[in-house]
């Protein structure tokens, strides 16, 4: 907490001190892949069921702000986990997370930077059991629990770095506003605090393990940056 409160207020500092402000910052979208162990998940199929990938895809999106060689920003992501099938039975795995994101530039120039980061945010996974087939009236009246949603959440962690280049930035004549094209590459590792809080549209689920969310990570990004200077009178 502290070391968040320093950080922004460090920015906030070196913003308001030059007459010429330089505003920069940037926007993306990403596509990732993260391994996560399924081990929790696991214990919740029958023994029939194959052991389930520990593959997932990440999808989402980015911003932040710089203020100097310190940026602010916000990310979010959707997670696209393994599915399984056996017999009539189908399991899904899918979740969220987002972060509030503090960085300093350690390589800070127009078309390149580099920059290590910590998130602060939280997230959630469900995990769908379903039993398909088509049904009539009567087999839904007898039996209408062929679905159960399980879900958990996390407080989280964001270890991460990350890497952005702009190589075909348009400049104004004056030099004062300029952007284009953003690619970018984030790496890093996710903590998650353990948590046995899991439930279902019904209620809670006890005499589970807890859970926690724990993965590496790597993203690709792509989007736009730019920056502005102000001349300001004050």
Known sequence: MFFTIALLLASLMIYGQDDGKREEGSLSFNIGYAHLDNADFQQFLASEFSILSEDYVLIGGSGYRMAGDFLIGCSGQFIFGPSDKYGDLKSE???GMGFFNLGYAIHNEEQLKIFPMIGIGGGGMNMKITEGGDLNLHEVVNNPKREINLTVGNFLLDFSTGLDFSPFWEISEDGNEG?????????????GFDSDKWSYSGGDVNDVPKFGMRSL???LLIGGSGYSIRNSKW
Do not use: D, E, S
């Open 179 to 191: 952007g284009g094209l953003n690619v970018g590459l984030r790496a890093g590792y996710l903590l």
């Open 93 to 95: 795995i899918v979740g």
């Open 217 to 219: 990570y790597v993203k």
